[in-house]
């Protein structure tokens, strides 16, 4: 197991999402995780994530910079990072994520998840 669950989920969570492999997607966060894409509408479990990321073009594509991390004894982390989603036509859209991190089963879950765009949107 990673020292630093942050570098480890995002890691995971980007070459998932680069394959638009949304079984992996889903499988990152526990069963009854708090998701807040870029939609209007909190988010509650897998299955509402696989939606969500099912219904995001094949061809998009993530860049992700850690920013900070912490951890709250041996079971819970988080942290902030940097993204930028991609497209081949030019769009982006730099965002801030946040997530917290719970250990079940030996693995690193998505507990809670939230963007907050950056700029202007489009």
Same mark, same amino acid.
């Given at each position: &197991?990673?020292?630093?669950? &942050?570098?480890?989920?995002?890691?995971?969570?980007?070459?998932?999402?680069?394959? #638009?492999?949304?079984?992996?997607?889903?499988?990152?966060?526990?069963?009854?995780?708090?998701?807040?894409?870029?939609?209007?509408?909190?988010?509650? $479990?897998?299955? &509402?994530?696989?939606?969500?990321?099912?219904?995001?073009?094949?061809?998009?594509?993530?860049?992700?910079?850690?920013? #900070?991390?912490?951890?709250?004894?041996?079971?819970?982390?988080?942290?902030?990072?940097?993204?930028?989603?991609?497209?081949?036509?030019?769009?982006?859209?730099?965002? #801030?994520?946040?997530?917290?991190?719970?250990?079940?089963?030996?693995?690193?879950?998505?507990?809670?998840? #939230?963007?907050?765009?950056? $700029?202007?949107?489009?």
């Amino acid at each position: &197991m990673t020292s630093n669950p &942050m570098d480890e989920v995002l890691g995971r969570w980007k070459a998932a999402f680069d394959d #638009h492999d949304v079984e992996a997607m889903a499988d990152l966060f526990h069963p009854d995780a708090l998701f807040l894409g870029f939609g209007p509408e909190v988010l509650v $479990g897998r299955q &509402m994530v696989r939606a969500y990321y099912d219904a995001v073009p094949d061809d998009r594509s993530a860049d992700v910079t850690v920013l #900070h991390t912490y951890s709250i004894g041996q079971g819970a982390a988080g942290g902030f990072a940097h993204v930028v989603f991609r497209d081949p036509t030019g769009w982006e859209a730099p965002v #801030h994520l946040s997530l917290a991190l719970q250990l079940s089963a030996g693995s690193w879950r998505i507990r809670q998840y #939230h963007v907050c765009r950056i $700029g202007p949107q489009s």
